[in-house]
């Protein structure tokens, strides 16, 4: 359930960057605190090639606060990163606004403005 509702939104981010992959690796698994849904976490690496590391991790009960809720997208390349946070997953419903932090060979993070969310 989860995975064809919410992560095949992930994934189709991911697909969108690299392409297809290889071969898909996932387990998805229920929590305590909603015996009735099927699942609500997932866990997936996407195989692409030898020197492509991709994964995926979703946990939609996160409940000890927003210090350490993340919803991101992390890429790394030889020559700069990019960090995108999607502020709607967060304080879910009211959610937080949106951001994107990108370096390039090893210079200091710099904000990119977003408009829209």
Partial sequence: MEINLHSIHYFDSIRSILGEPR??????????????????RTTAILDYDDDVRCCLSTNHHHTFGLDHQRSQIRIEGEQGAAIVSMGVNLNYPDGEP??????FDGGSWQSVPLIGN
């Fill in 23 to 40: 071969g898909v690796y996932a387990s998805t698994v229920k929590h305590p605190a909603a015996p009735k849904l099927a699942s609500s």
């Fill in 98 to 103: 949106d951001w994107l932090q990108v370096t």
